[in-house]
Every structure is written in C-alpha cells, then in structure tokens.
C-alpha cells in the first residue's frame, strides 16, 4: 500500500470512529436521561398517591411519563446544542427505531381472548367507541384540513386509549415526530380534568356504578386516569372501567393494522398507479406484524406473569427513550407551525367523545343490563 493509499484510508476512518465514538457517548446520555425520568415518574405518582380527593387516594398516576420523557429531552436538547455537542451524539437519537421496538412489545400485554374474557359487553362498547369516535375525528379534522398523518394519530388516540394507541399509530402512518407530541400531551393534560369531573357528575345524574364506570372506561383517553376516576367513584365503577378500557386496548393492534393498509393503498399511493402485492409489502410497516404477531403469543398463555411484568417494564422504556428522543429532536417552531386547529379537533372531539360514551354506557349497562 503507497503512503498516499495510507493517508486516504487513514482519512476515511476518522469520520467513522468519530460516529462510533459520538453513538456510544449519545447511547450512555439516553441511559442517563431514561433513568431520570423513571426517577422523576416516580417521584410524581408518589405525590398523587398522597393526593387525597373526596377522601380516596388515587392509586394511579393520571400524568403519564411520555410528557416528562419529552421534557427532560428538550432541555438535553437545549443543553447540547449550547455546548455543540448536538451533532456529536445525533447518531444516536433513534425516535423511529425505539417506537417500533416498543409497539410490538406492547402487543405481548393485549392477549386477543381478552376481548372474550371482559364480557360482552365491554367489547360491543369498545367496538361502537372506536368506529365511531375514530370516524367523527377523522372526519372533523379532514374539514379543517389537518394532514391525513395528524388525523390518523389523533383519532386513535381519542378513539382508543390515549398514549400507546398514539404511538402506535404513529408508527403506522409514520407521522412526524411533533405530532407525535402534540396529540399526547393534549392527551395527558386533558385527562386530569377529566378524571376529577366524571365521577362528579355520575353522582349528580344518579347514575349506577355499572354505567358510571363504562362511562369513565369509554371516555377518559388514559388508563391510569380511568383507574382514578373509578377510585373516586366506587369499587363496582373502577372494576366496570377498567374492563371497558382493557377492551378497548385489545384494539390498538387492529386500528393500527387498519391504518397501516390504508395508507399504503390510498394516502401514499401515487396517481393513476396500481400498487402490487410487493408495492404494498414494501410500503407496509413490518412492526404492526411483529405487534400482532406479539399479541397472538400473549393469547396462546407463552408468557406468564413474570415475564408479563418485565415486558411492560421494557415497553415503558422503550417509550421513554423514544420520547426522549422526540425531545432532543424537537423543533418548537413546527409545533407552532401546527396553530391552533388541531386543539379546536381534539377538544371537540373528546366533547363527543364523553356524550357518545354517556348514551353507550347507559343503553349496554344500564338497558341492557350487560
């Protein structure tokens, strides 16, 4: 080898181990950044089981970590770009990467004879919930115009439970980053208020436990704020509510399954074309498979608690580092790029969202006696 050939391959190795060397430091940060947020998610759902309201104690958390997660990444956001250490770590910020992995986890925690097991009557609710609800958000936000990647996040979020199905879809549709974070913080902010003011008003329309505790499982976004608003009410309304939610979980893999086909044969489709069979498998989303796939492992009994307890530890942390990574690659302008339309969407549709439910609850639970 000549000493100019030596020169040129001692040239092209830098940048490498530079990469290298940068990916390892970004990897040991996002360990870091993950570990505090679990310690500052812990520290917050300490605070709320200490809260007491109308003489109960809240035994969940109804501000998930995904917003904290968020947070903490765009002050290391902050932090690196100050320092230009930014572009030095980048090759390790995966977003995509970690919300893929954690979606097909997730589907080891919805077992498919769930949808059986939580009675028949969360199911058909579940069902007519996210038809619906996902319908009437689509719908509104095509008439205000909102991007079909926007839409397809949020209708799954109101429609089905909040956070994951958020992500979920997000990674079906691959929508940006920002609207990642818009939805799910207009998830989260919005389900405090509403785990407070639902038991308040079951009690002032009389309504019976079976029927309050649908309500609050069809149209509280969040399950640890469902699980609140059943504490505040009663035993017989949380039992209610978290079997409608759980129901309406066992959805996510379909919803975005759905999605996913739907945009690879309509959205994306180019004009005049008519996708094949390998158009649409190179299109489709390989991790809606592996969620699926996932879930149907969970329904055969391959996982017993232990391992049921670990996975949704893992999921959790792959939602957190993907979080943070929406953090660290946030950029604040796209988000007020957005205005205020999707707000004016999202709150009229959880204001649906809560009437539909109301009618649903009381003509399965309360008619019908479910």
């Known amino acids: 080898m000549t ?25 040991l940060l996002l360990i870091a950044l993950t570990v505090l947020v679990a310690e500052l998610d812990l520290a917050v759902s300490q605070r709320f089981s200490d809260l007491e309201i109308g003489g109960k104690h809240l035994s969940k958390n109804p501000f998930e970590y995904p917003l904290i997660a968020v947070a903490v990444g765009l002050l290391a956001n902050v932090a690196l770009r100050v320092t230009r250490l930014y572009d030095f770590v980048r090759p390790a910020i995966r977003t995509e990467l970690f919300l893929k992995i954690g979606v ?29 609800v996902f319908s009437f958000t689509w719908w509104l936000g095509g008439r205000l115009k909102l991007p079909n990647t926007l839409r397809a996040v949020m209708s799954t979020a109101i429609s089905v439970c909040g956070v ?20 799910t913080t207009l998830v989260i902010i919005t389900a405090l208020p509403l785990m407070i003011l639902a038991p308040i008003l079951a009690d002032a329309m009389g309504l019976p436990n079976d029927v309050a505790g649908a309500w609050f499982g069809g149209n509280i976004d969040t399950t640890a704020a469902v699980v609140g608003a059943g ?16 129901s309406q979980n066992v959805l996510i893999g379909f919803v975005a ?9 309509v959205v994306e489709r180019k004009p005049d074309e ?3 069979v390998s158009t649409i498998w190179q299109r489709f989303p390989k991790f809606v498979l592996g969620f ?8 055969l009994g391959l996982f017993d608690k232990g391992d049921t307890t670990n996975l949704k530890l893992a999921t959790q942390w792959f939602f957190a580092l993907a979080f943070i990574c929406i953090g660290l690659e946030l950029a604040v302008g796209e988000l007020r790029k957005m205005g205020g339309k999707p707000i004016s969407v999202y709150l009229t549709a959880t204001v649906f969202n809560t009437a539909l439910a109301l009618l649903v609850a009381w003509l399965i639970f309360g008619v019908l006696g479910a």
């Open 257 to 265: 399954f759905a999605l996913s086909l739907y945009f690879s044969l």
């Open 104 to 132: 097909v986890i997730l589907g080891t925690q919805i077992a498919l004879g769930d949808l059986v097991e939580k009675g028949a009557g969360g199911l058909v609710q579940a069902v007519i919930m996210v038809t619906a």
């Open 231 to 246: 504490t505040l009410h009663g035993p017989e309304a949380q039992q209610v509510a978290t079997v409608v939610k759980l």
């Open 292 to 299: 699926v796939l996932a879930s149907v492992l969970a329904s």
């Open 3 to 27: 000493s100019k050939t030596q020169a040129w391959a001692l040239a092209a190795a830098r940048p490498r181990a530079k990469q290298g060397l940068g990916f390892a430091a970004g990897a």
């Open 164 to 183: 994951s199905a958020a992500i979920a879809a997000a990674g079906a549709v691959l929508a940006k980053k920002e609207e990642v974070t818009y939805v």
């Open 274 to 276: 008519r996708p094949s």
